[in-house]
């Protein structure tokens, strides 16, 4: 082949090859829609939630409160807990409630309740919508004041129910209550497996090379960020699609403390914010305030790839975090938005009000897998070009 037409068609090819993948309208998955979204344990010790929970661990409380700003039926699962879930007292207005392990609970609910393992009420009464438990129903002295039967493949063990139970193993229970066999259930409420696959989740979310967290701090920052003179910081963009900020954690930490101006965010009305945080030192976010010019709390989404530790202390938040591995405890204080972390602890209250509702466009550094449809018209196009100058230079010689 000539030795000029090589090195071109070398070109094209690898261009193909080469091109880095871009997604546009990006969301953040499973996790969409979630006040709260963990991939391992929820520990809170107050407070409460006001819109839907998934637990990728354990959950254990007392006295917590989930879904009060919520209205949905008592199918739709508004608190899900992949491991097992313990709280004394707990109160859920929203949907269902789905346990995937053990459940220790008693208190109030208007939803379903889906258990995997043994649902035990410690003694106490608990009212629910109907119940569901896989291995086994055992209230001891307790009981059950519930507008839906209760199932088990189990055994079933408690001082009295309001409704019918229907038991696949022994019934210790009094006779005046309505019970039969589980096999005798007509369609029976029955225990989904998990709705939430946490470990795709975390995956897809996280800081793996093609998890959400890496691709977004692999975005190419098109904002600019001003420090000012007491540490505040102005993070100003003017793409009315996306604007991406890059922050260390200790601009931010240093922002978001008392005594400083906080952090002004300027960008279009319909923009979404991306503010990446990088490096792996700890957070602390304890003062000062957030100011939107622009876009609402809820297109804003701060993103820590590698932030291990973040420490929330009486703020109020205005924003949605990413913090796939980060351990989050907060000391009061309001969090207005969406929380995706690894584990959360402490008294933090979360609100539903600003959920986040941006779309994403990412990139990712690394070539493409295979070429994309224009890149082998581009290649399909210079073979042609190098084809016809070959035989150009053919017919030229022969003249």
């Known amino acids: 082949m000539n030795r000029y037409l090589r090195p071109a068609l070398t070109t094209l090819i690898l261009a193909a090859w080469t091109t880095s993948a871009f997604a546009s309208g990006v969301t953040l998955g499973a996790a969409s829609g979630f006040n709260v979204f963990t991939f391992s344990n929820f520990t809170p010790t107050g407070a409460d939630t006001l819109g839907k929970v998934a637990v990728g661990g354990n959950f254990t409380g007392t006295g917590y409160l989930v879904g009060s700003a919520l209205n949905d039926s008592a199918a739709t699962l508004d608190f899900i807990v992949n491991g097992n879930l313990s709280d004394n007292y707990f109160t859920g207005t929203g949907g269902g409630i789905y346990a ?51 199932y088990t493949e189990g055994n079933f063990t408690a001082g009295y129910a309001s409704s019918t139970v229907y038991s696949g193993g022994t019934y210790n229970g009094p006779n005046w209550i309505t019970h039969g066999s589980y096999n005798s259930a007509v369609n029976p409420l029955t225990v989904p497996v998990s709705p939430v696959n946490f470990t795709a989740a975390q995956t897809s979310l996280g ?91 809820a297109q804003i989404l701060f993103n820590f790839p590698a932030t291990s ?91």
Request: proline share 3%; charged share 5%.
């Open 100 to 150: 995937g392990g053990n459940a220790t609970i008693y208190g109030a609910s208007t939803g379903n309740l889906y258990v995997g393992g043994v649902l035990s009420t410690n003694n106490g009464s608990l009212t629910t919508a109907a119940v569901a438990a896989n291995g086994g129903i055992n209230a001891g002295t307790g009981g059950f004041s519930n507008s839906g039967n209760l």
């Open 207 to 297: 800081s793996a090379t093609n998890g959400l967290s890496n691709l977004l701090a692999n975005t190419t920052a098109n904002g600019t960020v001003t420090v000012g003179g007491t540490n505040g910081l102005t993070l100003t963009g003017t793409d009315s699609t996306q604007d991406v900020f890059n922050i260390t954690a200790a601009q931010l930490t240093a922002a978001l403390s008392a005594g400083t101006t906080g952090l002004t965010i300027n960008a279009p009305s319909s923009a979404t914010v991306v503010i990446n945080v990088t490096g792996t030192d700890a957070v602390s976010i304890s003062g000062s305030s957030i100011a939107l010019n622009g876009p609402s709390a």
């Open 309 to 399: 530790t973040i420490s929330f202390n009486n703020f109020g938040m205005t924003a949605s975090i990413l913090a796939p591995n980060a351990a989050f405890n907060g000391t009061g204080g309001q969090f207005n938005g969406e929380l995706i972390a690894n584990s959360v602890t402490g008294v933090t209250e979360f609100h539903n009000n600003d959920i986040f509702s941006g779309t994403l466009n990412v990139s990712s550094p690394q070539a493409s897998a295979a070429p994309e449809p224009s890149s082998l018209l581009l290649v399909l196009t210079g073979l042609g070009l190098c084809a016809h100058l070959l035989r150009q230079r053919t017919i030229s010689k022969n003249d």
